[in-house]
């Protein structure tokens, strides 16, 4: 008889994985980015648990955006209250906090639960080349 191999969160081993978004599809990199994240990548992938890699994306600010979304695309936000609701254009969001635009996106493909909030954490998002993280990358 042969069983189902479930991974545990004590046994999961993490990379680190560096993107460069330069001249890449925004779309592209967020599906690769979720993947990864999630662990769907690895054999031991399991649903119920938080197996994924960190992320690093940098130059984020040069990512290439297809269509006219850039100017077209609006994100909104509200606090609850009436008349609080702002719209950002997609087009300011890159020039002024690619890293929020990065991570609304991600956090879209991600499961709506505690889980998909960790999964979140564990993504950083540059605007240009420079970032902390080198120590903990390998090679």
């Known amino acids: 008889m042969k069983f189902t191999q479930m991974a545990h969160a004590n046994e999961i081993e993490r990379d680190w994985v560096v993107i460069d ?10 599906t690769e980015v979720a993947t990864i994240l999630r662990g769907k990548h690895k054999p031991c992938f399991t ?15 040069k990512a290439r955006f297809t269509g006219a979304k850039l100017e ?21 969001m890159l020039d002024n906090n690619p890293e929020k635009l990065f ?9 709506k639960t505690k889980l998909g909030k960790e999964m979140l954490k564990k993504l950083k998002v540059y605007a240009g080349s420079d970032h902390p993280h080198s120590a903990q990358i390998k090679g």
């Not at 978004?21 to 967020?30: L, Q």
């Not at 991570?103 to 499961?111: D, E, F, Q, S, Y």
């Open 21 to 30: 978004a330069t001249d890449k599809v925004f779309g592209r990199i967020i």
């Open 47 to 61: 649903p119920n648990v938080d197996c994924g890699d960190y992320v690093v994306i940098v130059n984020a600010s």
């Open 103 to 111: 991570k609304l996106a991600t956090r879209g493909m991600l499961p």
């Open 72 to 92: 077209d695309k609006n994100y909104y936000t509200h606090s609850g209250y009436f008349g609080s609701t702002k719209t950002h254009k997609m087009s300011d």
